[in-house]
């Protein structure tokens, strides 16, 4: 059977039933969502004469629960006009409307008898081959399908969005015993297209794969920081980014998730797994238990094991629970010596390596921990999965740890490792002995280009399934054709190499711009085409701050002069190769890095991509390529019967608010990506080998190198004075300062070509020239330098 996902019903719209409803939405389907009517009018319904039959008040409680989750913040929305696609209604008079849908996503209370009895309406409507799935985190799937027909059982299964379902990629697909194989199927390979997610086959155990593992490794730490008289401060500072986990490290995360939705998964693994041999781990702590009493479970209560307080002069502070006088104090500063060596330290696989081996109290906490880890992981398999990848896969997108926790054990040694569980008094499951003694030493191997896996029931490796499908650049460290300190050049096969290079925050400097004139040379002479991309964190934080304040301060301009000429160069040398550049940009694509974009080929973005000219805010223009092509690309939306100001305005608008995408999809409506010709990529580990299959096919239709422009239309005085009255209008409103007004000014001359008395065509080298110029004279300026060492110092640009 060949299955089309057009339109989705999510029944139930609370706080994961309306994001899941935008989720689908942001991909292009549409959503019918539903949720009960309300059993009392509320005091406004009351007041405007309404009865519990207007549709106003049966839709009341669907309808409120969307709009609070598109206003919240991060957006579960890609762009604001998704939304369109989604139409709300009750279970009494819309649940005949799920006749409809493809699939039908339950999303309601996490009651057994309630959801059972939201199933029995179901079938009186629904479809035979429809899909039927759930989102519990908890209630075992096949207890569910009891009772249900045999097509329902046949097309039912588990699954397990995290919240948020936008920006958590984790899908946990739960099959029943009767679930269809076509339709486990068909999810696993659904939820990595076209929802982006990293979709991870289950058993029908307490807790699936993530929950089990996360809120073990979350109880295991409560446990040690009791042995080794450690506080919340100081272990947030030991398990957040510096071993490669969300800045929310333990205990923050514990308030965003809820300290209630914790306890209860605890609470549920001891009592359904009485086979678990941590089972003592999961016990509730008292301090655990008294913060539930006092009703402090995180962020939806105020405060948790943190709570944020307003101080004199309306300033924010956040204070820190003291477990021992559960009383809140001032945030303490954490202190070890081992986390002050290795923060320095780019690389993460190092970083833990380091502060493992380290003989501190952080050393001790770490070796600890591991320990537990391992212990458990291991006597996990096969009870919660058959493959060890599928714990790694779980915890990696579903609690955004940077490395598996075997992966971790194969970074630390295996054999090593079992040493210090068993010194812990802790046991490794037998398989991983049986492993060591087969001689095979980890858990992953790489081989010509391709991650294996030791597959428990072969005792062989086997390569992860879809490894066909993504490019992981660690992979191809043998495939290196060029590198220096900062970058290299990846030949990832098929013609086609990959520039990727590692600085701090991915900013480009002097290496990264040679590295790329020479991945273009390269690839000229021996490849077919070259993808532009990393693995970082983020794509780039743009050009390198530090360098041009210290050509600016010491007033170095024939340096910088030539700097700004060689990143120019660099981005007009991607446009005018012989051969296709694709950009591959993730995550933060600011400056320096969008234009990288803006002069590719094609750009294969990530959905998750915030993309902009952000130079405007540290008091310049964008210097490399960026101000031209905004003009350039405006100029191609000149058309008869249009006022030739408004797109000038728009492009103009968009750099001098210095606008960053909120998504990839946003972008277009930015004009910084192109509709019809770039693309998204919705799940971020097929980005590269998406890119690559782009260059490939330009490749194929028969590149040839593009000419040079220099039949751009510029406006001259006629919009120059239009641009420069509207941002005088901005500062006579108090919204920009005078600094703010003398950069877009002088951004406004740029992008109409100057003081031109009538419309003309110009080229692109003469408004690289302009746009350089520019750049330059406002490196000169005091409130450009604090700016730039503000930015340097704290993160953020100054307001002056």
């Known amino acids: 059977?060949?299955?089309?996902?057009?339109?989705?019903?999510?029944?139930?719209?609370?706080?994961?039933?309306?994001?899941?409803?935008?989720?689908?939405?942001?991909?292009?389907?549409?959503?019918?969502?539903?949720?009960?009517?309300?059993?009392?009018?509320?005091?406004?319904?009351?007041?405007k004469n309404l009865t519990l039959d207007s549709p106003v008040v049966k839709n009341r409680i669907v309808n409120d629960a969307l709009q609070a989750a598109i206003k919240s913040n991060p957006s579960p929305v890609y762009t604001k006009d998704v939304v369109n696609r989604i139409k709300t209604g009750n279970f009494t008079d819309d649940m005949k409307r799920i006749a409809e849908v493809d699939w039908i996503i339950e999303v309601v209370v996490e009651n057994l008898d309630i959801k059972k009895s939201v199933f029995e309406q179901v079938e009186k409507f629904r479809k035979p081959g429809t899909l039927i799935t759930s989102n519990t985190s908890g209630i075992p799937i096949h207890l569910m399908a009891e009772g249900r027909s045999e097509d329902f059982q046949k097309h039912f299964c588990g699954t397990h969005f995290f919240n948020p379902p936008r920006y958590l990629r984790l899908l946990e697909i739960i099959p029943t015993p009767h679930t269809d194989k076509s339709v486990i199927d068909f999810l696993m390979h659904y939820g990595d297209l076209y929802l982006g997610k990293t979709t991870v086959l289950c058993k029908d155990t307490p807790a699936f794969i993530a929950n089990r593992v996360g809120v073990f490794s979350i109880m295991a730490i409560f446990h040690i920081m009791q042995e080794m008289g450690l506080g919340i401060d100081e272990i947030d500072s030991l398990t957040g980014p510096v071993i490669g986990r969300p800045k929310s490290a333990t205990f923050r995360t514990a308030d965003v998730v809820g300290i209630d939705t914790l306890v209860r998964v605890a609470k549920g693994v001891m009592e359904n797994c009485p086979q678990d041999e941590a089972i003592s781990i999961f016990k509730i702590p008292p301090?655990?238990?008294?913060?539930?009493?006092?009703?402090?479970?995180?962020?939806?209560?105020?405060?948790?094991?943190?709570?944020k307080t307003t101080g004199e002069g309306g300033s924010k502070e956040i204070l820190t629970l003291n477990l021992q006088t559960m009383e809140y104090g001032p945030k303490q500063k954490a202190r070890f010596a081992s986390i002050d060596a290795a923060k320095p330290v780019e690389d993460l696989k190092k970083r833990i390596k380091m502060l493992a081996a380290a003989t501190d109290k952080a050393g001790e906490f770490y070796r600890s921990f591991h320990a537990y880890l391992f212990s458990y992981v291991s006597h996990r398999i096969p009870e919660i999965a058959d493959d060890l990848y599928k714990v790694d896969d779980a915890m990696k997108a579903g609690f955004g740890w940077e490395i598996g926790p075997f992966e971790t054990w194969d970074l630390l040694g295996v054999e090593a490792a079992v040493k210090q569980v068993e010194e812990k008094g802790l046991t490794v499951a037998q398989w991983v002995k049986d492993m060591l003694a087969k001689g095979i030493t980890s858990f992953y191997k790489i081989d010509n280009g391709k991650k294996?896996?030791?597959?428990?029931?072969?005792?062989?490796?086997?390569?992860?399934?879809?490894?066909?499908?993504?490019?992981?650049l660690e992979n191809f460290s043998n495939n290196v054709v060029w590198k220096n300190?900062?970058?290299?050049?990846?030949?990832?096969?098929?013609?086609?190499?990959?520039?990727?290079?590692?600085?701090?925050?991915?900013?480009?400097?002097?290496?990264?711009?040679?590295?790329?004139?020479?991945?273009?040379?390269?690839?000229?002479?021996?490849?077919?085409?070259?993808?532009?991309a990393n693995e970082g964190a983020n794509f780039?934080?743009?050009?390198?701050?530090?360098?041009?304040?210290?050509?600016?301060?010491?007033?170095?301009?024939?340096?910088?002069?030539?700097?700004?000429?060689?990143?120019?160069?660099?981005?007009?040398?991607l446009r005018y190769s012989s051969i296709p550049v694709v950009v591959a940009p993730h995550a933060l694509t600011l400056g320096g890095g969008c234009e990288m974009a803006l002069h590719a080929d094609k750009v294969q973005a990530s959905a998750e991509s915030y993309i902009g000219l952000v130079e405007l805010g540290v008091g310049l223009i964008p210097g490399g390529g960026g101000t031209k092509e905004m003009t350039l690309r405006a100029s191609l939306e000149f058309k008869p019967?249009?006022?030739?100001?408004?797109?000038?305005?728009?492009y103009f608008m968009t750099v001098a608010m210095a606008k960053v995408s909120t998504s990839g999809f946003e972008?277009?409506?930015?004009?910084?990506?192109?509709?019809?010709?770039?693309?998204?990529?919705?799940?971020?580990?097929?980005?590269?080998?998406?890119?690559?299959?782009?260059?490939?096919?330009?490749?194929?239709?028969?590149?040839?190198?593009?000419?040079?422009?220099?039949?751009?239309?510029?406006?001259?005085?006629?919009?120059?004075?239009?641009?420069?009255?509207?941002?005088?209008?901005?500062?006579?409103?108090?919204?920009?300062?005078?600094?703010?007004?003398?950069?877009?000014?002088?951004?406004?001359?740029?992008?109409?070509?100057?003081?031109?008395?009538?419309?003309?065509?110009?080229?692109?080298?003469?408004?690289?020239?302009?746009?350089?110029?520019?750049?330059?004279?406002?490196?000169?300026?005091?409130?450009?330098?604090?700016?730039?060492?503000?930015v340097i110092k704290t993160g953020k640009p100054v307001r002056n």
């Open 1 to 47: 059977m060949q299955r089309h996902i057009n339109k989705v019903a999510v029944l139930g719209s609370g706080v994961m039933g309306s994001r899941i409803a935008c989720h689908f939405a942001g991909i292009g389907v549409q959503v019918l969502l539903l949720d009960i009517a309300p059993k009392e009018l509320n005091e406004a319904e009351k007041k």
């Open 287 to 307: 301090f655990l238990q008294k913060v539930v009493e006092n009703n402090w479970l995180g962020d939806k209560t105020g405060q948790g094991f943190y709570k």
């Open 452 to 472: 294996l896996y030791y597959d428990i029931a072969t005792q062989t490796y086997k390569p992860l399934p879809g490894e066909g499908e993504f490019i992981i």
């Open 485 to 532: 300190n900062a970058c290299s050049l990846i030949d990832i096969g098929d013609g086609v190499v990959c520039f990727d290079w590692k600085t701090k925050m991915n900013t480009i400097g002097g290496e990264v711009l040679e590295g790329l004139n020479k991945a273009v040379e390269r690839a000229e002479k021996d490849f077919r085409g070259l993808v532009v």
């Open 540 to 573: 780039s934080a743009g050009a390198n701050v530090g360098m041009i304040f210290m050509l600016a301060a010491e007033q170095e301009f024939d340096e910088l002069d030539m700097a700004v000429r060689m990143f120019q160069r660099t981005t007009m040398r």
């Open 641 to 650: 019967g249009r006022i030739e100001e408004e797109p000038l305005k728009d």
């Open 667 to 790: 972008a277009y409506d930015l004009g910084i990506l192109r509709k019809g010709h770039d693309e998204i990529t919705m799940n971020p580990g097929r980005l590269i080998a998406d890119a690559k299959r782009s260059v490939i096919a330009i490749a194929d239709e028969g590149y040839t190198r593009p000419v040079e422009r220099t039949d751009i239309k510029v406006m001259g005085r006629s919009a120059l004075g239009a641009l420069l009255a509207g941002v005088y209008a901005m500062r006579f409103g108090n919204y920009i300062s005078d600094h703010d007004q003398k950069v877009a000014n002088k951004l406004a001359y740029v992008m109409c070509g100057g003081d031109l008395t009538e419309p003309s065509f110009v080229s692109e080298q003469y408004l690289l020239d302009l746009e350089r110029e520019a750049f330059l004279s406002l490196c000169g300026e005091r409130k450009t330098l604090e700016r730039l060492q503000s």
